[in-house]
């Protein structure tokens, strides 16, 4: 596949090493030759870097294997996911699962990429429903900045929330943005 083929996301093979495109840009200047400016992350190390690259250069596209793989528990630093047909197992470091870890809870289902066997992603669903456990009271009147307080969910994390929101409220979390969608 060439470059300028690739789209943000894409996982290849270039240089002998797995990479997936953080971000990729088209450059067209005057009088030169167009190229790719890329930041690419290294799927082994985890290590971004940004290189340009010649349209017309050659990678090799690397095909995913997708599994929906359930959330058990975490122990520390390792958090393990069932594949539900299999019963099988798998333990992923905190450091593969990014901001996940911020919607874990037992039972939710992610989608887990593989490339050649090696994990290349965590993605929880798009949208997560979780409960708040502590929030600021809202104050009758307290609109001069804005009408959003900080709440806390289950998981541990905070957001800006409406005023309108309590303690023990059940919320959607849009997992892309991490802000708030609706009460349920």
Not at 32 to 47: D, P
Not at 53 to 82: H, P
Not at 145 to 169: I, M, Q, R
Request: overall charge negative; proline content about 4%; some cysteine.
């Amino acid at each position: 596949m060439l470059t300028a083929d690739v789209k943000v996301g894409t996982t290849f093979e270039w240089e002998g090493k797995l990479y997936q495109a953080v971000e990729w840009q088209h450059v067209c200047q005057p009088r030169l030759a167009a190229f790719i400016r890329g930041k690419i992350k290294n799927i082994e190390t985890g290590q971004v870097i940004e290189r340009n690259f010649k349209t017309n250069e050659k990678v090799d596209a690397v095909q995913l294997e997708r599994k929906e793989m359930q959330y058990l528990y975490n122990d520390g630093e390792i958090f393990y996911f069932m594949d539900p047909e299999s019963y099988d197992q798998i333990p992923v470091n905190a450091s593969d699962c990014g901001k996940v870890t911020d919607y874990l809870m037992d039972g939710l289902m992610c989608t887990i990429s593989f490339a050649n066997g090696k994990l290349i992603s965590v993605e929880p669903p798009l949208f997560v429903e979780l409960e708040i456990v502590e929030c600021d009271p809202a104050v009758a009147g307290d609109t001069a900045k804005s009408a959003y307080k900080t709440a806390k969910v289950e998981t541990g994390k905070e957001l800006k929330v409406p005023l309108f929101v309590n303690n023990h409220d059940r919320i959607r979390i849009d997992t892309r943005t991490g802000e708030y969608m609706e009460r349920l």
